[in-house]
């Protein structure tokens, strides 16, 4: 069935790794989206994506980067450059347009160990 | 910049109760307004999308309004349940969405 994967469920970093993140969508949307959120802080936009082979930064983008080589798939990089990367991270997919609705993965706890 | 904010940040409400979960924007220039559920640990789910051309949805026990003008929504949840116990997200599209912070909500039955 239709939908946005993301995995892993659970992931833990060690201090000065990267780590990517996967984010899947067989929903044929162009639009892809990442999220951080964090404890009483709200979602945070990271990165989106309105078509293949260009996206463009958030308001956090600062020790993240993503690609967007396919439609389906647009992975999070979480770099050694993100100093507080403990988060609980989302992936959203829309049609493109302004106004079309967007739906969530079950988002990825990242830990850094 | 876009600011959403959502009042109260918590509620606890006995079952059956129907109660009124606000959100606000500061700039009334959006496409439409969505509001999603998130359970603990998990994703988040829509449950209501307004353009913002409309003044109100519906679905099901839930039912949110959208006053443009004022930068105002509402989600109206009518006679409470204990399954109704959760984080709601109000969020407004710009480009990308822009999110309050939630209201927890608990149902006691």
């Known amino acids: ?113 | 910049k876009q600011e959403v904010t959502q009042i109260p940040a918590a509620l606890s409400v006995p079952e059956g109760e129907n109660l009124v979960l606000n959100c606000s924007f500061t700039d009334s220039a959006i496409y439409n307004l969505q509001w999603f559920r998130q359970d603990p640990g998990k994703g988040l789910t829509s449950l209501l999308l307004i353009q913002s051309s409309q003044r109100e949805q519906t679905s099901g026990r839930l039912n949110a309004s959208l006053d443009k003008s004022s930068g105002r929504s509402t989600l109206y949840i009518a006679a409470s349940q204990p399954g109704d116990s959760a984080t709601y997200l109000c969020a407004v599209k710009i480009a990308p969405l822009v999110f309050g912070k939630g209201t927890r909500l608990s149902v006691i039955a």
């Open chain 1, 1 to 113: 069935d239709g939908g946005i994967t993301q995995s892993p469920k659970y992931l833990f970093r060690k201090e000065g790794q990267n780590v990517t993140l996967s984010c899947e969508q067989n929903l044929n949307h162009d639009a892809m989206y990442w999220y951080r959120q964090d404890p009483g802080q709200g979602l945070r936009l990271i990165y989106y994506s309105q078509i293949v082979n260009d996206f463009q930064k958030g308001d956090i983008a600062e020790g993240y980067s993503v690609s967007r080589e396919k439609k389906e798939s647009f992975p999070l990089t979480v770099t050694s450059a993100q100093k507080n990367p403990t988060a609980f991270y989302l992936c959203a997919s829309s049609v493109a347009g302004a106004y079309t609705e967007a739906f969530f993965g079950q988002g990825t706890r990242l830990t850094v160990v």
